[in-house]
């Protein structure tokens, strides 16, 4: 069974960090674009950074392009946000995901996680 599962969520005061995880089992990642999504409470899920099949292509959404940072190690078939500098609006449960090869900002990705929820405090 492939499962994608998310750790390092948590509740953290404004101006924190935090660096959500994401393994993958059941089969390797290697050749997947991996991604992050988050839902906040009564919204849609929203992307907000993909990195591509060999690490060299890095995506984030304008909001946190320079308080987040994505990464992959495919030896531990893992990937990672950094999270720096957090704030309210950034509270939601974050997803994250995978599809073969190349980033998307669109849900259509292959495999999810069930979610880790990042509560920031003001």
């Known amino acids: 069974q492939v499962q994608l599962v998310e750790s390092g969520g948590g509740l953290v005061q404004a101006g924190g960090s935090l660096r959500l995880s994401c393994t993958g089992s059941?089969?390797?990642?290697?050749?997947?674009?991996m991604g992050w999504f988050r839902q906040a409470p009564g919204k849609q899920r929203e992307f907000v950074a993909a990195?591509?099949?060999?690490?060299?292509?890095?995506l984030l959404i304008d909001s946190v392009q320079v308080r987040f940072t994505i990464s992959r190690d495919d030896a531990k078939n893992t990937q990672y946000l950094q999270m720096n500098s957090l704030n309210p609006e950034d509270t939601a449960v974050y997803y994250c995901?995978?599809?073969?090869?190349?980033?998307?900002?669109?849900?259509?990705?292959?495999?999810w996680g069930q979610g880790t929820q990042v509560t920031v405090s003001s």
């Open positions: 995901a995978a599809r073969p090869m190349y980033i998307s900002r669109s849900p259509d990705y292959d495999y």
């Open positions: 059941g089969r390797t990642f290697s050749g997947y674009a």
């Open positions: 990195i591509n099949w060999s690490g060299s292509t890095k």
